[in-house]
């Protein structure tokens, strides 16, 4: 097996497209993927990774579009190293990494050994698919709504909330540029009780499967059932639209969010780990 690292994302997506189409899995990688190709990436030298092996076949795919951190499909943890060696060439500040969790540790692992620096589990996650909608046991309030660019400076704090919340890469301006992909998508929504409570965003489909989030509501209106709903109203518009499946991700810290998306249907399949590296350089200042 052979890794090829590019940083062209039209190479890339010749070769690994229809293989990132193949696993639910994947589908973080596909919709970024989607991003990029769309110009969405304007400000970040995107990374590409892909392996070929003996037949031409693709074995696995990873990317990075600064300054979030890798996205690997699966990959044998015994081949780690040889992706590490190849992406470093190409991208010396790799910050972190986001795959299932043997993929993630194997990768995280084989980066510290070059490198010298240190690494951490910084989430765990799980992935759950929906393919049907189960009413929520306790509906709410309210109804569903698509997001209009009249809200976007409402959308824009909420979006900052959830970055704020979850701890996560997108604050300030990329939050801006966000809502504004988002609602030139029409894929961010609101459940709305007199007033919007809560946010909740989608992807376009990709090979007929959509993703969920994120999803936010603030703490003055929590505890109430409108995440749920609301993800419950989203999901069932977007298989009535024609999508086979929805995905989304909650961290396995929260035990709240696993519980209320269970009611609604959506099946835990896979677990999903974010590694932060943290480069030995950090450590003399």
Known sequence: MTFIVTRDSVEFAAAAERFLHERIEYNVLATILVGVLDGRFVDSSSVFAYAVDAEGGIESAALRTPPWPMISSELEPVRAGELIDGWLAQDPDLNGVNAVPETA?????????????????????????????????????????????????????????????????????????????????????????????????????????????????PPEYRRRGYAGSAVAAVSGRALSDGAHRCLLFTDLANPTSNKIYAEIGYRRFADWEEHEFEPRSSFCR
Do not use: N
């Not at 504004?180 to 946010?199: K, M, N």
């Not at 989608?202 to 969920?212: D, F, K, N």
């Open 105 to 217: 540790r194997a990768i995280a692992a084989a980066w510290a050994q070059r490198t010298g620096g240190s690494t951490r589990c910084r989430t765990k996650m799980a992935m759950h698919q929906l393919e049907a909608v189960t009413d929520p046991p306790r509906p709410a309030r309210g109804a569903l709504r698509p997001a209009v660019v009249a809200e976007r400076e409402l959308l824009t704090s909420w979006w900052q909330g959830f970055v704020e919340d979850a701890g996560v890469i997108g604050g300030g301006a990329r939050a801006i540029a966000a809502v504004d992909a988002r609602l030139a998508d029409d894929g961010l929504f609101v459940w709305a009780d007199d007033e919007p409570v809560s946010l909740v965003a989608i992807t376009r489909p990709v090979a007929g499967l959509v993703r969920i989030g994120p999803v936010y509501t």
